[in-house]
Nanobody, 121 residues
Framework: QVQLVESGGGLVQPGGSLRLSCAAS????????MRWYRQAPGKQRELVAT???????NYADSVKGRFTISRDNAKNTVSLQMNSLKPEDTAVYYC???????????????WGQGTQVTVSS
C-alpha cells in the first residue's frame, strides 16, 4: 500500500520560514510528477508548486520567489522550503504524487494526509 506522509508544519511568525517534507513509502515502480497543494479555510484547494522527475519546477504566482520545491528521487521524497511567510499562506498543505505501481500500469494519483501551516504573530 502506497502512502505519502508529510511533516514539518507548524506555527510561524510572518516573515519566518518552514520546510515541509513528504515521503512516499510502499511498493511502487516509479514516481512521476510531485506537487504541493494547499487549502485554506473556506477556500478551494490550490496548486502551490510542481516538480517533475527530472527536476523541472513550476510555482503559483502567489509563492514565486518565496517557496522552493525540491525532490530526492533516491529517497522518494519531496520538500517545500517556504520563506518570507505571510498570514495568507496559512493553510493545510498536501503532498501529491503521480506514480506507477508497476512498469505496465497507468499513473495513479496519491495524496498525503496534510500538514497544517499557520502564519501568525
Amino acid at each position: 500500500q502506497v502512502q505519502l506522509v508529510e511533516s514539518g508544519g507548524g506555527l510561524v511568525q510572518p516573515g519566518g520560514s518552514l520546510r515541509l517534507s513528504c515521503a512516499a513509502s510502499g511498493s511502487f515502480f516509479s514516481i512521476n510528477i510531485m506537487r504541493w497543494y494547499r487549502q485554506a479555510p473556506g477556500k478551494q484547494r490550490e496548486l502551490v508548486a510542481t516538480i517533475t522527475s527530472r527536476g523541472s519546477t513550476n510555482y503559483a504566482d502567489s509563492v514565486k520567489g518565496r517557496f522552493t520545491i525540491s525532490r530526492d528521487n533516491a529517497k522518494n521524497t519531496v520538500s517545500l522550503q517556504m520563506n518570507s511567510l505571510k498570514p495568507e499562506d496559512t493553510a493545510v498543505y498536501y503532498c501529491h504524487a503521480d506514480l506507477k505501481l508497476s512498469s505496465w500500469s497507468v499513473l495513479d494519483a496519491y495524496w498525503g494526509q496534510g500538514t497544517q501551516v499557520t502564519v501568525s504573530s
